[in-house]
Every structure is written in structure tokens, then in C-alpha cells.
């Protein structure tokens, strides 16, 4: 369980101005729960991410996870990052186990175990190649192996797939939803907090969307939707609410309601 | 902009950067403590020797210096590092400009340029001291070797790196070809250059002084040399120091005066160059 | 015309102006015929270089292999001239190879320890900056005084002026590892000791590749200068005692041999600095 206590967190800019990046946020997400956070640029929801993960220390409140105070990163708690966080250095392989390295694991193990991982997100055949010979989509999901082989029961992605193009970041979903379902059956939990402003992201991924602007959260509701999702899952009409919601949130409102009470006043 | 002025104020302000050079003194004051004033003379004491032997220095007219002050000296040598790069920079930059672009040239010039690069150019300094003698023209002509390589090679990586594109634009719009070098090749290889002249510059006081040690009538490296024969380890320190000051100066001014020719370039890439 | 064609070309341009100096040398052998003493020509063509210049260097062996030297009593040959070469080689590389190594391990060392923070960063950037800009040739006959002429010297001289470099080039380049990087390991779970052995030192390696050639040209400029100014061995003693006499001759035979010994040092390097930081992205 992940438990914010009045979480706030305040930066100084380079010109001296205090920015309010989060601002008394109280949010408990129970395991094994897919929760997307969605809100314009510099709402806080990044913040947030890396509060939990240990990157940042709050300003005030407390940051909890399985009933322990966060007091820097640790392996339970790994992170996908929006930039690309694979290590240059290593061949594909080696960064899949670097986590179990770091943990100890023995040799032949860890090996096995990255490869596994690998095959799981599809690259096994350039297991032994560079990063710099990957592609963008591939890196990602050399990342999301790297995170899933050390076995972190909390997963943090920062707008992972926010650079990619629309057919990769669709391959990508599908690698993380079965990543993740394969994961929980197995250990029961595995929660996962993904930020994103992708409106059809986040409803194609979210078991519940916790909604930022300047700092507070503003809305936190469930989407029940059945899974798997398809396309065709976000024209049910509890989909289309919920899209509508989040456009609202978001500061579109406009494109889309008009829309449709123009065509109804018609 | 004035947020970068201010920025720049603040480092130059930051006490923890100006505790370092203070630690350094501390540490060298400390060190002197533990060893004898013949081996390692404390801070203040090569201070006072500079300000002592700097107008006047009567012990090194003993030794036969024509010039006996660490002022007289100095200038000496600042006479010819500054000779010597003003002739180095003219010949490299000319050089590795037209070898930039025409093939042949390059072709021809490029193995010895880039040969000469590796090889310690201190090699050459007893051939100049047999050809030139223990005048002013050896140190020089070795100044000026070491300089034109340098700047040769940055100018012709400066003029291989700039986009064709822009020369290209440039012609387009109607400017003659001696028009595009003045308003397209030499503005975009001006940074490079000026980082490789830095480069040089730094170099050319060390092989200035090296070349007056191993032979010369004059100057600070004269003065270490004759100092070195008498194990005067103060007075070596107050050349030093003062040799030291005004290459610290010079390269102060050299980025300066990058900031002021080539004001569009960023900091960070004259620190990676 | 193609790339591969084009450094194709530029080889055999390169190997004909090499062959070219060879040849104008040769030729001004030829016209310019003043000699410095009888037998010891100004100009030596190249078949005075790899006879009597070549022969001469038995004047600088020390002994050894059952040939006595000449300071007793020894005739010049061509295996004491050999001899000769290589031991006097072996002790400017060996000052050169035990300097660098020494100075580019403390310099580097130091450098990560002052980089454990941002705070002991900041303090040492202007010390840094000033021995760093201090200019090193000049610097010789302190150490001298210091360390004395011998082995330990010009060591420390030597290794004095690469850690300068080193430890400069690694405060900047720890300086500018990406942030994300760091995050990531610790999000694996990597402490700080694992950090730095498999995030910082491999991250900084690329930009360190320019400080290891530069510290190299810095080697081999300092174990020239320390060998000029006071040695009883060494290619830069032989260069010096030769121009005592103007024996260019012999000057002129032992800078050749110094530019292959410099050229396949750098070339060495090169491929290995590119070996280790294969895995970056080519630098453009």
C-alpha cells in the first residue's frame, strides 16, 4: 500500500521564486492497483513519482509504502523514466541484470533471469547488442525489462512512452499490461503508477485516474471497464464520461461538448 | 541575458569557490611548516622575494643576466610568447582554412600537420638552438611551430564541421566567393579557433621558459635556469609564481575575448573545447 | 567519389609525401655538404644516418652483454649502437609509462573523491583551474631540486603533470554525467560505492579520452624536458649531449626514433581509448 499524508513539496527556482509543485496531497492507492496520473505540464504529477520513488524528499507530510517511511530510492520501488535511463555502457543484457546484480544474485541466475525478461519484451535476439544500435521503442523496453527482472513491487513510469510514435506506444501497453497481469497473479500485487497526458492512455491502462493541477488533486475516480481493453473498449459509455471528465480537467472541454450539443440542438 | 550576468556574478562570488584558493595557500603553508625553508619556503616568503627582485634584482647580476629583474625578465618573455603566437595564429589559421577546402592542399599538408600534432614539439628545440642560437629567434621559432600546429588543426576541423549549407545560402543570396569567406567562413570558425588559440596559449609559456632554460641570454627561463644552478628553491618559486600569474592573466583575457568576438557561442562549449 | 575511396587515396597521398620528405632530405644531403667536425656531416643523407650516425651510438652504451662501452676502452659496433638505442628507450619509456601510470591513477583518484560531493566540487575548481594553467616545462629544474635527477624524478615530474590533467578532466566530466543515469542505478537499488563503479567511472570515460591524449602529449613533452635538463640516460639526454657538439647527426637519428616511439604511443592509445568507449555513440 502506498499512503500520502499531506504530502507537499516546494522547489526554488533559478531566479530565486518558490514554486509549489505539490501542495497538501492526501492519497492512499491499495496494492496491486493500476493508477494513472494525468494533468497539464507542471501540475505536480511528476513530483509526485519521485517522491515516491525516493528521488526527492517532501517538504512536508509523509510518504509511505508498505507501512515504511520513504527515506530514498530502494529496489521495491522501480522506476521507468520519460528520457532514455538505459545505461550506454552495458550491452542489452547486462543492463537487464544490472538490478540483480546490485541485489547479489549469482551469476547464472541473474543471466537467466535477464534473458527471461528479454524474451518477455521481445528482444531477445539483440540481447547482446549496444543500446546506441536500439531504437527509441526498443529502449523502452529494455527499461521496462530492467524494472520488471529486479522485481520491484511498486512500478513508477514517468510519461515512459511519451516520445514514441502511435504503433509503438500501443506494442509497449500491450508488453506492460501483460508484464503486469502475469506479475500480480503471480505475487498477488504489484502496483503500478503511471504518468501520462494521454487521455486514451490512461484509459485504455487505469484501474483509477487521480487528476493534478498546480499541485492539488483536483479528482480521483475508478474506471471499471473490463480488461483486456481494446480500441472499442473506450466507446462504451462509461468510457466516453470518463473521457469527457479528463478533457474537462484538462482545459478542452471546449473541443468536445460543444461539439456534441451543437449536434443536438440541431 | 541579465539573468546570465547575475549568474555569472554569483559564481564569481561564491565563497566556496574562493576558499579553494585560500585552502591552497593553507596547504602549501602547512606543508612548509614540516619541511626546510632551502626545500619548500613558505607562502609569504616567495611573495616577498617577488616584490623584492621584482624591479631590482642585484644577485642575478652575478650570474651575467643582462637583465637582472623578474620584471625585466617577464617582459622579455612575454615579448615572445606574444611574437610568437601573433606569427603561429596567422600561419595555422591561414593554413588549415585553405586546406579546409581545397583537397589536394590537405592532402599534402594534412600528414605532416597531423604528426606533428603527437610529437612533442620540444623535440625540436636543440635543432633551433644549433640553427638559431641562444637568441631570441629559437625559443621563438619553437613558439611559433608548436602555435601553428595547434591552431592549423583546429581551424581545419573549425572549417570540416562548418555546414556547407550556410556557404551555400550565402552564395545563394548573391555574395561573391571572397564575400563568403568574409560573412560565412570566418564568423563560424572563429569559436573553434579561439578555443584552439587558448589552447596554445597555454602551451606557449612553458615552452617559451623550457626553450630560455636550455639556452638564451634572457628571460624568466633564464632566470629559473641560473637560480636552479644556485638551489635558490624561493627564488624558483617567485619566478614561477609570477610566470604562472600571467599565464592565468593572458588566459583570462583570451576568454574574454572569445565572449566579446564570438558572443553567440555558449559557455559550456568553450569549457568542452 | 566515395568515402572508402577517398581514405584510400589520402593513404597513398600520405605514405608519397612521407616518401617525398625522405627524398627532399636526401637531396639537400646532397647540396648542403658543410660538416659539423670531420666525419660529422650537418646534413646527413640517409646512408650516413643508418652507417656511422647509427655506429656512433655505441658512444652512449652503458655496457652490458659482455660489450665493453667506449669510456672503457670499447670499439663502436653495430650491436653496442643497438644496444645502446634500446637500453636508452627502454629508460625514457619506462619514466614515461611509471609517470603516466602513476599520475593518471592519483589524479583520477583524487578527482572522483572531490567529486563525492557538489560542495568539495566547487571548492577545489579554482586550485584546480591554476596548477592546471601553471606553466609545466618551466617547472623541471624545482622538481629536480626537489626529487632529484635520477629514476624518482622524473617520475614525479612526469606524473605530476598527467594527475594535473587527469584530475581536472574528471571533476569536469563527473561534473556532467546525466542526472538520469544516477536515478536509474538507485531505483535499482545500487549504494553509492556500486554508483561510482558502474554509473560514474563508465559514464565519464568518453570525455576522458581527450584528457588521456592530451596527458600523453603532456608525458612525453615532460620526459623529454626532465631528460634535456639533467639525466645520465635517455633518448632526451642523447638529443642534448649530441647538441653540445652540434652533432645534428645524431640529434637528427634519435628525433626519428622518438617520433615513432610518439606516434605508436598515440596510435596504441587511440584504439584503446576507442576499445573501452565502444559503446558510445560516435562523437561528431
Known sequence: MIALDHVSRRFRRADGQIVQALDDVSVTIAPGEFVCLVGPSGCGKSTLLQLVAGLLEPSGGSVNVAGQVVRGPAPERGMVFQRDSVFPWLRVIDNVQYGPRCRGMKRAARLALAQQYLERVGLAHVARAWPRELSGGMLKRVAVAMVFANGAEVLLLDEPFGALDYVTRHQLHDVLLDLWEESRARTGRRTVLFVTHDVDECLVLADRILVFRAGRLVDDFPVAAPRPRTADSLLLADMVAHRHRLLAHLGLERAAPRAIAGAAAQ | MRRGAAGR???????????????????????????????????????????????????????????????????????????????????????????????????????????????????????????????????????????????????????????????????????????????????????????????????????????????????????????????????????????????VVADALAAAAIRRLAPWTTPARLAAA | MTARRTAARDRWVTLGVFMALAAAWQALSLVFTAEAQPGEPMVPGWQVLFSRTLLSMSDYFQGGFGIRPISEGGVRSYPAAVLSLLGNSADTLLRLAVGWLAGALAGTLLGLAVSWSAWSRRLVELPAQFLRTLPLLAMVP???????????????????????????????????????????????????????????????????????????????????????????????????????????????LVALLIVVYTSLSFWAFDRLSAWATRWAPAAG
Open chain 2, 9 to 247: 556574478f554569483a559564481a564569481a562570488v561564491d565563497p566556496l569557490r574562493l576558499a579553494g584558493p585560500v585552502l591552497l595557500a593553507a596547504a602549501w603553508w602547512a606543508m612548509a611548516r614540516a619541511l626546510p625553508p632551502s626545500l619548500l619556503p613558505p607562502p609569504l616568503a616567495v611573495l616577498r622575494r617577488v616584490a623584492a627582485d621584482f624591479l631590482a634584482a642585484p644577485e642575478l647580476t652575478y650570474y651575467g643576466l643582462d637583465n637582472a629583474s623578474l620584471l625585466g625578465s617577464l617582459l622579455y618573455t612575454v615579448q615572445n610568447v606574444v611574437l610568437a603566437v601573433a606569427l603561429g595564429t596567422a600561419l595555422g589559421v591561414v593554413g588549415g582554412l585553405l586546406a579546409a577546402r581545397i583537397a589536394l592542399l590537405r592532402a599534402v599538408i594534412d600528414p605532416m600537420m597531423l604528426t606533428a600534432g603527437t610529437i612533442p614539439i620540444l623535440i625540436a628545440a636543440p635543432f633551433l638552438l644549433i640553427w638559431f642560437g641562444v637568441g631570441r629567434g629559437s625559443a621563438v621559432a619553437l613558439v611559433v611551430f608548436n602555435v601553428a600546429v595547434v591552431l592549423y588543426l583546429f581551424a581545419r576541423r573549425a572549417a570540416a564541421n562548418l555546414d556547407p549549407i550556410h556557404e551555400a545560402a550565402a552564395r545563394m543570396l548573391g555574395a561573391t566567393p571572397a564575400g563568403a569567406v568574409r560573412d560565412v567562413l570566418l564568423p563560424g570558425t572563429v569559436p573553434e579557433i579561439l578555443g584552439g588559440l587558448r589552447i596554445a596559449l597555454a602551451g606557449a609559456w612553458g615552452l617559451e621558459a623550457i626553450a630560455e632554460l636550455l639556452g638564451a641570454q634572457q628571460g624568466i627561463g633564464k632566470v629559473i635556469e641560473v637560480l636552479a644552478g644556485a638551489t635558490d628553491v624561493e627564488g624558483i618559486m617567485a619566478a614561477l609564481l609570477l610566470l604562472g600569474a600571467v599565464a
Open chain 3, 142 to 252: 624545482l622538481f629536480q631540486l626537489w626529487f632529484g635527477s635520477y629514476f624518482i624524478g622524473k617520475v614525479a615530474f612526469v606524473a605530476y603533470g598527467v594527475g594535473v590533467l587527469f584530475f581536472a578532466g574528471v571533476v569536469n566530466a563527473v561534473g556532467n554525467v546525466p542526472q538520469i543515469h544516477i536515478d536509474n542505478a538507485r531505483t535499482l537499488g545500487a549504494g553509492q560505492w556500486r554508483l561510482y563503479g558502474s554509473v560514474v567511472l563508465p559514464a565519464i570515460l568518453p570525455e576522458l579520452r581527450a584528457t588521456m591524449l592530451l596527458s600523453l602529449g603532456a608525458a612525453w613533452a615532460a620526459v623529454l624536458g626532465a631528460e634535456y635538463l639533467g639525466a645520465q640516460s635517455g633518448l632526451g639526454y642523447i638529443i642534448v649531449f649530441a647538441q653540445q657538439f652540434a652533432f645534428l647527426d645524431r640529434m637528427f
